[in-house]
């Protein structure tokens, strides 16, 4: 393998316009494939209408691309949610599993999100 043709480690493979190192200033900055890691890594839970608001109307695939490709852990619950029809709709939840925190915050910081090193 050339030097050109370096092989990026898994924590930074996925978000291609993302130099591995990069700064960001806030959680806004960050692609998609991050806010999402980095709103469970926060503590909340979300299911698939959730992330609209901050660019992922894929969130299974989203889960599933961070679990295959980066190993992260969730844990996954059926809920019921109200619907526009005044029914209730079941859909998955997902929390990061407490077991894959400091895997999770060790990609957040590889893809930039350097606060979270700097607050320890």
Known sequence: ??????????????????????????????????????????GRMLHRFKPEVIGDHTLNSTISTLANRHGLLFERAWIKVPNQFGSRTPVIEYALAVSSHDSARRLLIAWGAHWLAEAG
């Not at 043709?5 to 924590?11: D, E, F, G, H, N």
């Open 1 to 42: 393998m050339s030097q050109s043709q370096t092989r990026k480690s898994p924590a930074v493979t996925g978000l291609s316009h993302i130099k591995a190192g990069s700064r960001f200033t806030t959680r806004d900055d960050l692609d998609k494939q991050a806010r999402i890691p980095l709103t469970l890594f926060e």
